[in-house]
């Protein structure tokens, strides 16, 4: 009996073992640090070198800006 409990331990072992490696991985860099490390594209606004992400900023005019306050301007 103790064999056994002993064999499920171990496999218990192994795959929190394998699943901890696999979590780790996935998360590299990104739920560890505090400072959100994203893989997304930054840019800089043109008019006031502001970096933002691509996602969020103003694209005009093949130029990026943060906002679109910021495009106006720069267009003008
Ligand atoms: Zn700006």
Redesign the pocket.
């Known amino acids: 009996m103790l064999k056994v409990i002993l064999l499920i331990l171990a496999i218990l072992l192994v795959y929190w073992l394998f699943w901890g490696q696999r979590k780790k991985n996935s998360t590299d860099g990104s739920a560890d640090k505090s400072a959100p490390a994203s893989p997304e594209k930054m840019v800089i606004?043109a008019?006031?070198q502001?970096h933002v992400p691509e996602s969020e900023c103003v694209t005009a005019e093949g130029r990026h800006?943060?906002?679109d306050e910021?495009a106006r301007l720069g267009q003008s």
């Open positions: 606004c008019h006031c502001l800006y943060c906002c910021h």
